[in-house]
């Protein structure tokens, strides 16, 4: 049985390093981070963008399904609204996946000292503070396993979701 992780949480939260040490550790496995299915410059966010990296998304997603060497399937977004994951878990064809909704949460406070430290070093612009803050609330009310990383190593969080939920690594 294929193993499909849909893991979401606001930005700084660690999705991607998390996701990165996952696709390391499980056998057979592959990463998709939603955001390379719309890197531009200048970003945009329009109703035909938005539909575009939907159907970017969903088709590697199926394609890496539909792999016979692929075990364990990793995808990580900024998934703050349930229509959002319905929308994806509706495009794909997850016959034969065991399918694992996963939010990364994390407290204000460190949320702000981890995305600080980003602004300083110039890997993230300010503001991504303020938008990243104000979607905490919002992943409290997906349909979501929830994973508290406010205190926790992202090496710790990906090893407690390989143990919860895929029985092996």
């Known amino acids: 049985m294929k193993h499909l992780f849909l893991i979401g949480g606001t930005m700084g939260t660690g999705k991607t ?8 550790k499980l056998n057979n496995s592959v990463f ?7 890197d531009m410059r200048p970003f945009q966010v329009t109703d035909e963008t938005k539909e575009m990296v939907m159907q970017n998304i969903c088709f590697v ?4 399904i539909k792999c016979s060497v692929i075990e364990n399937i990793v995808f990580c977004w900024v998934m703050h609204q349930q229509e959002i994951i319905d929308e994806i878990l509706s ?9 694992h909704l996963i939010s990364l949460i994390c407290s204000p406070d460190r949320l ?3 995305l600080v430290k980003d602004i300083d070093a110039g890997i993230r612009t300010e503001d991504i503070l ?11 009310k997906l349909n979501t396993t929830k994973v508290d990383v ?8 990906a090893d407690y979701i390989i143990q919860q939920y895929s029985g092996s690594n």
């Open 17 to 24: 390093t998390t996701c990165q040490i996952m696709k390391s």
């Open 32 to 38: 998709l981070d939603g955001d390379w299915c719309w």
């Open 61 to 64: 997603l199926n394609n890496f």
């Open 91 to 99: 495009r794909l064809d997850t016959q034969g996946c065991k399918v």
């Open 112 to 114: 702000r000292e981890r």
């Open 130 to 140: 303020a938008r990243s803050l104000e979607r905490i609330p919002l992943y409290e």
């Open 150 to 157: 406010s205190n926790v190593a992202a090496e710790e969080v």
